[in-house]
């Protein structure tokens, strides 16, 4: 069992930043990979950035390559985000999904085991 929680959420200004963390507990397996996706309301959930645990290899959504950055903290089991120059369309729920043996398939919403409950983030134009 993993358990996923999500902080750092909130209200921001466009072109503004803000850092959100995904704290993990339980078993994270080194064929594991984290991500994190987002859902706007009447919207799919969508990929936005994932990285491995052993390796640290990252993969990016177009939309926010370049402005968003994965990272992980393995001794701490921690996931983050830190996102700069934010648009209002980012506006979302924030969720990071864990997929504990990774097969290639880092946006597809239904290869994550785990999810947390997500943590609003509203970008304000």
């Known amino acids: 069992q993993v358990q996923l929680v999500e902080s750092g959420g909130g209200l921001v200004q466009a072109g503004g930043s803000l850092r959100l963390s995904c704290a993990a507990s339980g078993l994270i397996f080194s064929s594991s990979i984290v991500a994190w996706f987002r859902q706007a309301p009447g919207k799919e959930r969508e990929f936005v950035a994932a990285?491995?645990?052993?390796?640290?290899?990252?993969y990016y959504a177009d939309s926010v390559r370049g402005r968003f950055t994965v990272s992980r903290d393995n001794a701490k089991n921690t996931v983050h985000l830190q996102m700069i120059s934010v648009k209002p369309e980012d506006t979302a729920v924030y969720y990071c999904?864990?997929?504990?043996?990774?097969?290639?398939?880092?946006?597809?919403?239904?290869?994550?085991?785990?999810w947390g409950q997500g943590t609003q983030v509203t970008v304000s134009s």
């Open positions: 990285i491995t645990w052993s390796s640290g290899k990252t």
């Open positions: 999904g864990v997929d504990r043996f990774f097969s290639g398939r880092y946006s597809y919403a239904q290869e994550y085991d785990y």
